[in-house]
């Protein structure tokens, strides 16, 4: 069965960093795509950044520049590293992973993955 758990989340000022992970366990699967999702009060979850099992990445237009996602085999541990957050960054965040699915320029949406986390709360204040 796969778990994904989520961790790292927390309350920063504005302008600080967090690096959220996402522990998998219970999938052998070689060709994959992982990602990292939030949801805001009141709003749909959206996508933050994706990443499979070729190491092609994408990521929103909110987070490129301040967030990188990579990943650790060794581990089976998916990494967000949030730079420079704004109070808009505020949400619960969640991992997500699907086999057999590749990354594409817009990132897959959230519908395509069957596997998720129960999530990790960030909070920035001004």
């Known amino acids: 069965q796969v778990q994904l758990v989520e961790s790292g989340g927390g309350s920063v000022q504005a302008g600080g960093s967090l690096r959220l992970s996402c522990a998998a366990s219970g999938y052998t699967y070689s060709s994959y795509c992982m990602g990292w999702f939030r949801q805001a009060p009141g709003k749909e979850r959206e996508g933050v950044a994706a990443?499979?099992?070729?190491?092609?990445?994408s990521y929103a237009d909110s987070a490129k520049g301040r967030f990188t996602i990579s990943q650790d085999n060794a581990k089976n541990t998916l990494y967000l590293q949030m730079n420079s957050l704004k109070p808009e960054d505020t949400a619960m965040y969640y991992c997500?992973?699907?086999?057999?699915?590749?990354?594409?320029?817009?990132?897959?949406?959230?519908?395509?993955?069957?596997?998720w986390g129960q999530g990790t709360q960030v909070t920035v204040s001004s």
């Open positions: 997500a992973v699907e086999p057999n699915v590749v990354v594409t320029a817009t990132g897959p949406p959230a519908i395509i993955f069957g596997y």
């Open positions: 990443i499979d099992s070729d190491g092609s990445t």
